[in-house]
C-alpha cells in the first residue's frame, strides 16, 4: 500500500491532469495573435511559402530527426545508473511516444508521463525515472542557456531587417497570467526544492551527467542547423550563431507554461524576435515559425506506433489494481 502512494506521488509531479481554463484561454489567444500577424502579411507570407526551397526544408526536417536519437540518448546516459539494464532503443522509443502525446494528447496526458509510466513499466526504480526526467529538462535547459548571453546581446543590438517591423505585435497581453501567479509561484518553490535533491543525486554521478550534457549539445548543433535550412529555404541567410541566439531566447519564453505545448506561445515568440532582432523579414520569421511547428508534428509521429501499447499496459494495471 505504501508502495503504491509512493508510486501515485511520483506521478502527480509529472502533469498529466486536464488543463486550466486560463491555460485554453492564453492558447486561443496565442493562436489568435498568430493568425492576425499572418493574415496581415498574407500575400508575402503565401508568396514566401510557395517559393521555398523543398531541398532545404528536407534537409532541415532529417537532421531534426537526427537530434532525437540525441535527445533519447541525452536521457539514457542519466538512466544507465540503475540497476535494471536500460536498452537504448526501449529509450528511444519512450522518447517518441512522448513526444507525440505531447503533441496530440495535451489535455489528457503529457509526454514526460507517458516517459515515466513506460520506463517503469520496463522495471526501472519509479524514483530513479523522475529524478533522471527532471534532471534530463535541466540538463536541456543548461545547453540551451549556453547561448543566452549572445541573445541578449542581440536584444540590445538588434540586426536590422529590411521588411517592416512588426511593433503593433511587440506587446503581448498576458493577463489571462494574472489569476494564476499565486500557484505558479508556489510549484516553482516546490521545482527548486525537488531540484536541489536530484542535483545532490546526480553530483555523485558526473560522469552520467557529462555524458548527457555531451547529447544535448549535439542536439542542440543539429537543431540549429535545422533552424538555419529553413531559413536559406525561405531565402533568408543567417549567421548560425544569431539563430543559436535567439532561438535560445525564444526556448526560454515557451518554458512559461501559459498555452498548452507552446501553441501559438511559441510562433510569437520566433516570428517576434527573429523579425525585430535577427534581420529576418517578417513573412520570413512567420514561415520559419510554421516550418518549425509542422516539423516538430512530422517528427513525432513514430511516437504513435509506441504509445497505444503504453496505455493499453496503463490501464491493464489500473484494472487489476481495482480488483
Known amino acids: ?90 529509450t528511444l522509443k519512450l522518447t517518441y511516444a512522448g513526444l507525440f502525446a505531447s503533441n496530440f494528447l495535451p489535455t489528457s496526458i503529457g509526454g514526460d508521463l507517458v516517459r515515466f509510466i513506460g520506463m517503469v513499466q520496463a522495471g526501472v526504480d519509479s524514483a530513479l525515472v523522475l529524478a533522471s526526467l527532471i534532471m534530463d529538462r535541466i540538463v536541456g535547459l543548461a545547453g540551451m542557456s549556453l547561448m543566452v548571453p549572445s541573445g541578449v546581446f542581440l536584444l540590445s543590438h538588434p540586426i536590422p531587417s ?60 543539429l537543431l540549429f542547423g535545422m533552424l538555419w535550412f529553413f531559413l536559406r529555404s525561405v531565402g533568408e541567410d543567417v549567421p548560425l550563431w544569431v539563430i543559436a541566439s535567439i532561438y535560445s531566447l525564444s526556448y526560454l519564453w515557451t518554458l512559461i507554461p501559459l498555452s498548452i505545448g507552446g501553441l501559438g506561445w511559441q510562433e510569437m515568440s520566433i516570428t517576434t524576435l527573429y523579425s525585430h532582432f535577427g534581420g529576418v523579414s517578417v513573412q520570413a520569421a512567420l514561415a520559419l515559425a510554421v516550418l518549425i511547428r509542422i516539423a516538430f508534428v512530422i517528427n513525432s509521429l513514430p511516437g504513435a506506433f509506441f504509445l497505444p501499447s503504453i496505455l493499453r499496459k496503463q490501464n491493464e494495471e489500473k484494472k487489476s489494481a481495482n480488483l
Not at 14 to 39: C, D, L, M, Q
Not at 193 to 218: E, Y
Open 162 to 221: 529590411i521588411a517592416i517591423t512588426m511593433a503593433s505585435t511587440s506587446v503581448f497581453s498576458v493577463s489571462g497570467f494574472m489569476p494564476c501567479l499565486k500557484k505558479l509561484w508556489q510549484k516553482l518553490l516546490d521545482f527548486i526544492s525537488k531540484l536541489i535533491q536530484d542535483l545532490l543525486f546526480w553530483l555523485k554521478r558526473p560522469k552520467n551527467l557529462l555524458l548527457s550534457l555531451f547529447f544535448t549539445l549535439i542536439h542542440e548543433a
Open 1 to 90: 500500500m505504501k508502495e503504491k502512494t509512493i508510486k501515485k506521488n511520483e506521478k502527480n509531479q509529472i502533469k498529466g491532469k486536464n488543463e486550466p481554463w486560463w491555460r485554453w484561454a492564453i492558447t486561443i489567444i496565442s493562436i489568435g495573435f498568430f493568425i492576425y500577424i499572418v493574415y496581415k502579411y498574407k500575400d508575402d507570407f503565401l508568396h514566401t511559402m510557395q517559393t521555398a526551397n523543398p531541398g532545404y526544408a528536407l534537409a532541415g526536417l532529417v537532421l531534426l530527426f537526427i537530434s532525437r536519437q540525441a535527445v533519447a540518448a541525452r536521457w539514457y546516459a542519466l538512466l544507465k545508473t540503475s540497476e535494471k539494464p536500460v536498452k537504448y532503443l526501449e
